[in-house]
C-alpha cells in the first residue's frame, strides 16, 4: 500500500503567517492516465472532512484562494497564504492514484 | 443538492457484527463512487473501502478479511458490514463521495460490552 508521509504533524501560526504543510507518498502519484490523484483535506473539530484541494492544484469550489497545492510524482506541499482563525484543524492528504487509497497521519495546525 | 448520513448502531458487543448504511441524494450511486472511512477517538483518518459506479469494490488490505460494502441503488443507500468487533474498532464512522468533496456527519460506533 502507498504510504502517505506528513509533515510537521504539528504546525503553530500566528493570523497573517503563511505556512506549508508536506506530503511525500512512497510511490509515485502519475497515473498512467496523466493525472496524479493528490488531495488535501481540513478537518475542524467536530466535523466531518473538507476538500481544500483536488488533482494536486486545483481549487475545490467555495475554498479560499489562500490555500494552494503544488508538487508532482512523490512530494507535494500545501501552502496557506495568511493564515485565518477559521484555517485551524487538522490537514490531510489523500490518494486515489493506487489501490487501496489512503490517508496521510495528518497535520494540526494550531494558533501560536 | 449532493448529502449523505450515516447511520447505524451507536453501541456494538465485542466479536459482533457492525451494520451501517450511508443513505445518499443529490447524485447517482451508478455514476460515483462512495467511501467508508473511520477515525478511532483523537487518531486520524482511515479508508475502509469504496464501491464503484459498476458496483465493483476496493478494501483496505488490513480490513479486507472482515469487511464487506454493498449497495441498493434503488434506495440510493450503500451498505457496510464488518464482523469480529473489538474495541479499536470503536471510531466515528463516515461515508464520503466524489473524491472526497462529500460526507456525512458520520457515525459514532462504540464497541463494548
Known amino acids: 500500500d502507498v504510504v502517505l508521509t506528513q509533515t510537521p504533524p504539528t504546525l503553530s501560526a500566528t493570523i497573517g503567517q503563511s505556512v506549508s504543510i508536506s506530503c511525500r507518498s512512497s510511490?509515485?502519484?502519475?497515473?498512467?492516465?496523466?493525472?496524479?490523484?493528490l488531495n488535501w483535506l481540513l478537518q475542524r473539530p467536530g466535523q466531518p472532512p473538507q476538500l481544500l484541494i483536488y488533482?494536486?492544484?486545483r481549487l475545490e469550489s467555495g475554498v479560499p484562494n489562500r490555500f494552494s497545492g503544488s508538487g508532482s510524482g512523490t512530494d507535494f506541499t500545501l501552502k496557506i497564504s495568511g493564515v485565518e482563525a477559521e484555517d485551524l484543524g487538522v490537514y490531510y492528504c489523500?490518494?486515489?492514484?493506487?489501490?487501496?487509497?489512503?490517508f496521510g497521519g495528518g497535520t494540526k495546525l494550531e494558533l501560536k | 443538492q449532493v448529502q449523505l448520513k450515516e447511520s447505524g448502531p451507536g453501541l456494538v458487543q465485542p466479536s459482533q457484527t457492525l451494520s451501517l448504511t450511508c443513505t445518499v441524494s443529490?447524485?447517482?450511486?451508478?455514476?460515483?463512487?462512495v467511501h467508508w472511512v473511520r477515525q478511532p477517538p483523537g487518531k486520524g483518518l482511515e479508508w475502509m473501502g469504496g464501491?464503484?459506479?459498476?458496483?465493483?469494490?476496493d478494501y483496505n488490505s488490513a480490513l479486507k478479511s472482515r469487511l464487506s460494502i454493498s449497495r441498493d441503488t434503488s434506495k440510493s443507500q450503500v451498505f457496510l458490514k464488518m464482523n469480529s468487533l473489538q474495541t479499536d474498532d470503536t471510531a466515528i464512522y463516515f461515508c464520503?463521495?466524489?473524491?472526497?468533496?462529500?460526507w456525512g456527519q458520520g457515525t459514532l460506533v462504540t464497541v463494548s460490552s
Open positions: 464520503g463521495a466524489k473524491s472526497f468533496a462529500y
Open positions: 443529490g447524485f447517482s450511486l451508478t455514476s460515483n463512487s
Open positions: 464501491i464503484w459506479g459498476d458496483g465493483s469494490t
Open positions: 510511490q509515485s502519484l502519475l497515473h498512467s492516465n496523466g493525472n496524479t490523484y
Open positions: 488533482l494536486v492544484s
Open positions: 489523500v490518494q486515489s492514484t493506487h489501490a487501496p487509497r489512503t
